[in-house]
């Protein structure tokens, strides 16, 4: 069974530096691109960031160079390290794994973050 | 990258059917048949419906179809149920190699 299991939301301070890490299992992992994709209180999706087998990293205008996306296949693991947050950043995010480079078969359940004085 | 356009909202009675658009441009939805759909229940992570513009993944109801026309794709429901009451995004890949979501629409079964 697949699941991908999101860590490391919380608080933080406008400014501030939080990592996100998201445990795969169910599947073998260096096999497939993974993606983050968040979502505020009350809106819509937004697509965050994501990465290919090969470790090419793609990201959206709003996060470029603010985040960065990395995996370490040999722990089945993603992360995601987020500096100079902004309260436009707080979220649910989510770790989705990814097919064909474009869509999103299977979902974690979420981490929570907050940036907020 | 600007979000892909769906209706707020759309309704309908039991046992009928409805359509959610989703308009982008040639850039996105346009250029390309990598359009997917997700339903999403209040509280509960997105769910894949719909990949390639019309595919649906194993144990995902046929009562789901997915079409494209230009610009525009859509998902249509058929026999609408109770448990189909939920939010629906559509997802499109774009020629800039990102990926774009769309508003969202909420559907209510009255």
């Known amino acids: 069974e697949v699941q991908l299991v999101e860590s490391g939301g919380g608080l933080v301070q406008p400014g501030g530096s939080l990592r996100l890490s998201c445990a795969a299992s169910?599947?073998?992992?260096?096999?497939?691109?993974m993606h983050w994709v968040r979502q505020a209180t009350g809106k819509g999706l937004e697509w965050v960031s994501g990465i290919g087998t090969a470790g090419d990293t793609h990201y959206p205008g709003s996060v470029k160079g603010r985040f960065t996306l990395s995996r370490e296949n040999a722990k089945n693991s993603l992360y995601l390290q987020m500096n100079s947050l902004r309260a436009g950043d707080t979220a649910v995010y989510y770790c989705?794994?990814?097919?064909?480079?474009?869509?999103?078969?299977?979902w974690g359940q979420g981490t929570l973050v907050t940036v907020s004085s | 990258q600007s979000a892909l356009t769906q209706p707020a909202s759309v309704s309908g009675s039991p046992g009928q059917s409805i359509t959610i658009s989703c308009t982008g441009t040639s850039s996105d939805v346009g250029g390309y048949n990598y359009v997917s759909w997700y339903q999403q229940h209040p509280g509960k992570a997105p769910k894949l419906m719909i990949y390639?513009?019309?595919n649906r993944p194993s144990g995902v109801s046929n009562r789901f179809s997915g079409s494209k026309s230009g610009n525009t794709a859509s998902l249509t429901i058929s026999g609408l149920q109770a448990e189909d009451e939920a939010d629906y995004y559509c997802s499109s890949y774009t020629s800039s190699s990102t990926l774009v979501f769309g508003t969202g629409t909420k559907v209510t079964v009255l």
């Open positions: 169910g599947f073998i992992f260096s096999s497939y691109a």
């Open positions: 989705a794994r990814v097919r064909r480079g474009y869509f999103f078969d299977y």
């Open positions: 390639d513009v019309s």
